[in-house]
């Protein structure tokens, strides 16, 4: 379906009659604060009656985001994740909450998708950061010895707290989710202290809105379009977006590589536009942005449309978009735009 | 020979006399109020034309700083008894809308009818040094959170930096920038200490300049004693006091030369260069001899190339060096040869022992740019490498005298963090200091791949790692 600017304007105006009660005052000032954790920069934007205690609560966020680092890093040694990944193969583990959390709610993402999103597929993912590197592209020899090391259905859950690995090289890497799952958090922080209006943004790539400034529908959001033409965007009001891409590839040497490898195949997806999800939380945006990037439009609209409150869109470097929605829009400046299976 | 002599005897002292003794950063001073040096904890005033100019000079003058007096280049040809009246230290001359080489010629006028004075040229292009909040702007009062990147988007101004060397040669780069202040918040507040802090602290990496901004009303407050602004002022000292600490005689160290012509096109992949940690240097279009080469491993050329300049490629890539030339168009004499890869954007020649890359576009991916860049780089041993570094940049030195290796390390996150360093080389003492913790803390290395592999336990906002072939007997262990 294509969205056309007189159904934008319309919501955007029930939107706004809507949010205009539980708006902060127009008086209000946003506090911004910013801070680097999980390889990215993590925004918060907050309104409350005084900056004081905004900047109290954006405070209690990040160290919860600074926290669920601690826990869910594959590259630091002493995180909860790594010491799963070290002590887990044919033995229930018992890790903290929210590692079995996170773990958990990536899992229906890998059924839903057929496999196509799994946070198991690090021992090829690490092959290909090799060759990102300048390193050798991985042989078919290298990719075979572990593919058996991949796989989520070796994962075995054991609750309330207890995850086994039934493979003896399985690993976890939750860079797909893992972002998502702390924006949640940090909002989940941020309405305990109070708060109703703030954005949570984490490296650009997902994002919440919670609420709405003052005197606005929702937080205005501009999607990545690596055409840089098609000037595609969202309103978020109590939902998340978030995008996925392939690296870019080498300008110099020609390689194909890239971070985001198909499970299945073992080889970087060679997919050159960027898909971006709108769903009701971050882990559900981040994980289906991943998982839209890997199965492809066709598949991916047939998933949208599956899940309820849900739309993605995808943009090529030639300025090409799809999009698909169970409900949410997505807005384009242009209209070069076409819809796929899932619309409504 | 007599008159070579007395002529090499001429420059040295011009060049003596134009590289500025001050420390590493100055500033603007626009009130009559005046603290003492030991309050703002640096020696060097800039004032700027004005009804306060005198009364500010005077006053500082007395409570001993060193004054300099800004100028624009309209106003450079009469300030001569500005000059000997409030008996400033140096000029340094601001191009407006001249260009950086427009503005070097008229210091160099200036020279001649002021000697014995520094004529400095500040550069105003540069950027608030800072971690980019990087997806959030505000416009026209909306808060609107836009695209991702791939890593944390830092605005640094190494890039800058190595151009002014390049273009001033006997002056350490000097810039000045605007603090960015889009929110209301900021704008009531002003920069914060931190902010300060990293701008110190990147002009004190870089080895270079800056004249920064105080609002006037901190002025005031400072100059008045008032509690909060000298504990605000200082949380910045710290960062002062490390910045002019830096040893003296260091060179910077380099191992890719970046040819750059004034159109800029080779301006954000320097910078993105400068973010991924690529030693550097930048040659202007007359330097690509044969000579100027040495030490380089790789070259990046994005000026259009005489026949000179093409010898001196072909030369640098016969001895092994890997040459990327920019917006490649022409024939050049390695087309004798087939190209050993060929597509629509990039063509490689072999050349003697080394190759040729030939990107036939101008460059639309900085970032992507400078990754292949540091790949290329890291085919043979570098001489720097950072892990768990996105938001830090290094910067080696030699001492000329000793050969002893420095790194000066900058964060722009302010948080603190464990880095990981490789540094080409053997050493065997390996030291690190930083503003929070002092001098200091021996480090332990372990060899690997003909470099030496260590942790910066602690990065907050600067760092110093000082590297030594010889054992150290003075800084055995932590104090």
């Known amino acids: 379906m294509r969205w056309n600017r007189l159904a934008v304007a319309a919501v955007a105006m029930a939107g706004l009659q809507w949010a205009a009660a539980a708006n902060p005052p127009a008086t209000a000032l946003p506090v911004h604060q910013h801070k680097y954790a999980m390889g990215t920069v993590f925004d918060i934007v907050a309104y409350a009656d005084s900056p004081e205690r905004a900047s109290a609560a954006i405070d209690k966020a990040f160290q919860e985001i600074v926290r669920l680092d601690q826990v869910m890093s594959n590259y630091k040694p002493e995180s909860d994740l790594s010491r799963l990944n070290r002590s887990a193969h044919f033995h229930v583990e018992n890790v903290v909450p929210d590692l079995y959390r996170a773990v958990a709610e990536s899992l229906p993402y890998s059924q839903m998708s057929g496999g196509e999103f799994d946070i198991t597929v690090g021992p090829l993912s690490d092959l290909w950061k090799t060759a990102l590197r300048g390193g050798p592209v991985p042989s078919a020899a290298q990719l075979a010895k572990v593919q058996p090391c991949v796989g989520y259905t070796k994962i075995r859950m054991v609750p309330p707290r207890g995850i086994e690995f039934l493979s003896p090289c399985l690993q976890i890497d939750l860079g797909a989710i893992g972002k998502g799952y702390a924006v949640d958090r940090a909002v989940e922080i941020l309405k305990a202290q109070g708060i109703r209006s703030a954005l949570v943004n984490a490296g650009g790539s997902t994002i919440y809105g919670m609420g709405a400034p003052p005197g606005q529908a929702g937080w205005a959001v501009t999607l990545r379009d690596p055409s840089h033409r098609e000037g595609a965007g969202v309103s978020l009001h109590n939902n998340a977006v978030s995008t996925s891409e392939q690296s870019a590839p080498s300008l110099l040497e020609g390689k194909r590589a890239g971070h985001i490898v198909d499970p299945q195949t073992g080889l970087p997806v060679d997919a050159r536009f960027a898909v971006s999800v709108l769903a009701e939380d971050a882990t559900a945006a981040d994980a289906l942005s991943t998982t839209l990037l890997l199965v492809g439009p066709k598949k991916g609209g047939q998933l949208v449309a599956r899940t309820s409150r849900t739309a993605a869109i995808w943009i090529s470097p030639q300025g090409q978009t799809i999009t698909a929605s169970s409900g949410p829009q997505i807005y384009l400046r242009t209209t070069n735009s076409f819809s796929t299976g899932g619309s409504r | 020979m007599k008159m070579a002599r007395s002529t090499i005897v001429l420059l040295v002292a011009y060049v003596l006399l134009a590289v500025p003794s001050w420390g590493r950063v100055l500033l603007y001073w626009t009130r009559p109020a005046v603290p003492a040096r030991e309050v703002l904890g640096l020696d060097n005033l800039v004032i700027t034309r004005g009804p306060n100019e005198s009364a500010i000079a ?422």
């Open chain 2, 58 to 479: 005077k006053r500082a003058r007395q409570l001993g700083y060193s004054v300099y007096l800004e100028v624009s280049l309209p106003q450079a040809s009469g300030i001569s008894e500005a000059v000997s009246a409030q008996g400033v230290s140096g000029i340094i001359l601001d191009p407006g809308e001249a260009t950086q080489v427009q503005a070097e010629a008229a210091a160099a006028k200036m020279r001649l009818s002021h000697p014995g004075i520094p004529i400095l040229v500040v550069d105003r292009t540069a950027k608030e040094p800072q971690m980019r909040g990087h997806s959030i702007v505000s416009s026209q009062g909306v808060l609107e959170a836009s695209s991702p990147t791939e890593q944390p988007w830092l605005d640094c101004n190494l890039a800058l930096v190595r151009y002014g060397r390049m273009l001033h040669p006997a002056q350490v780069s000097l810039y000045q920038f605007d603090w960015e202040l889009p929110e209301p918040l900021q704008q009531r507040e002003g920069p914060s200490a931190a902010d300060y802090a990293l701008a110190v602290a990147e002009a004190g990496a870089f080895h270079a300049a800056v004249i920064l901004n105080l609002r006037e009303d901190l002025q005031i407050r400072l100059a008045q004693g008032e509690a909060g602004a000298l504990a605000f002022w200082e949380r910045v000292k710290p960062y002062l006091r490390f910045a002019q600490k830096s040893p003296a005689g260091l060179q910077p160290q380099a191992e890719i030369g970046v040819v750059a012509d004034s159109d800029y096109d080779w301006f954000e992949p320097a910078n993105l260069m400068a973010r991924h940690n690529i030693p550097f240097r930048i040659l202007s279009p007359p330097d690509l001899t044969d000579g100027s080469l040495h030490g380089l491993n790789l070259l990046v050329v994005f000026a259009a190339p005489n026949q000179d300049a093409v010898a001196a490629v072909a030369k640098f890539a016969s001895r092994g060096g890997t040459a990327v030339l920019v917006s490649a168009k022409g024939m050049y004499p390695w087309h004798s040869a087939r190209p050993s890869r060929s597509s629509d954007a990039v063509a490689d020649y072999a050349v003697g022992k080394g190759k040729v890359i030939e990107l036939l576009k101008a460059v639309d991916d900085p970032d992507t740019f400078a990754s292949d860049i540091r790949r290329l780089m890291d085919k043979s041993v570098p001489l720097i490498s950072l892990w768990n570094a996105l938001t830090t940049i290094a910067v080696p030195y030699q001492q000329s005298s000793s050969g002893e290796m420095v790194v000066e390390l900058v964060n722009y996150a302010q948080d603190p963090l464990p880095v990981q360093v490789q540094v080409r080389g053997v050493f065997s003492s390996i030291r690190y200091e930083s503003p929070e913790d002092g001098c200091c803390r021996k480090l332990k290395a372990v060899p690997e791949n003909g470099s030496a592999e260590f942790v910066v336990p602690r990065l907050t906002t600067a760092g110093r790692v000082y590297l030594s072939a010889r054992p150290d007997e003075k800084h055995q262990g932590t104090n």
